[in-house]
C-alpha cells in the first residue's frame, strides 16, 4: 500500500468523475468544431471545480499533507475543515482559517548589496 494518500477522498473522486465527463463534451467539441459543445463542456469543468470546493468544505475532502493511515478510508469526514486547513488555497477562498503556512525563513528581509 502506498503511503500517499492525495485524492482518496469523496470531493476528489467525484470531482475527477464530473472533469472527466467535462473533458469528454469539450474534446467532443472541438472535434466537430461545434462551439455549443465546447461551452458545455466548459460549462461542466467549472461545476466539477464548484462542486469539489463545495464537498472539500463540507469536509468530504482532506487539507494539505498526508494524513494519519487511520484515516485514509473514504468515508471518514475531516472535522477540521469547517476551522479551515492552514495553506489550503480553498479554505482561504472561502473566508476559514488563517491560511498563514509561509515559513519564517521566507519573511526574513535580505540586506542590499552596496
Known amino acids: 500500500?502506498?503511503?500517499?494518500?492525495?485524492?482518496?477522498?469523496?470531493?476528489?473522486?467525484t470531482g475527477t468523475a464530473i472533469a472527466t465527463v467535462g473533458s469528454c463534451v469539450l474534446g467532443l467539441g472541438v472535434c466537430t468544431t461545434s462551439a455549443l459543445a465546447v461551452a458545455g463542456g466548459t460549462a461542466v469543468l467549472a461545476?466539477?471545480?464548484?462542486?469539489?470546493?463545495?464537498?472539500?468544505?463540507?469536509?468530504?475532502?482532506?487539507?494539505?499533507?498526508?494524513?494519519?493511515?487511520?484515516?485514509?478510508?473514504?468515508?471518514?469526514?475531516?472535522?477540521?475543515?469547517?476551522?479551515?486547513?492552514?495553506?489550503?488555497?480553498?479554505?482561504r477562498l472561502a473566508g476559514r482559517g488563517s491560511g498563514a503556512s509561509v515559513p519564517a525563513a521566507a519573511t526574513e528581509v535580505v540586506p542590499e548589496r552596496a
Not at 500500500?1 to 473522486?13: F, K, L, Q, R
Not at 487539507?63 to 495553506?87: F, K, L, N, Q, Y
Open 1 to 13: 500500500m502506498s503511503t500517499y494518500d492525495e485524492g482518496h477522498t469523496v470531493a476528489g473522486w
Open 47 to 91: 461545476v466539477a471545480v464548484l462542486v469539489t470546493w463545495a464537498l472539500h468544505l463540507a469536509g468530504w475532502g482532506k487539507s494539505p499533507g498526508v494524513r494519519p493511515v487511520g484515516e485514509w478510508r473514504m468515508r471518514d469526514r475531516d472535522r477540521s475543515a469547517r476551522a479551515g486547513h492552514p495553506g489550503c488555497v480553498g479554505c
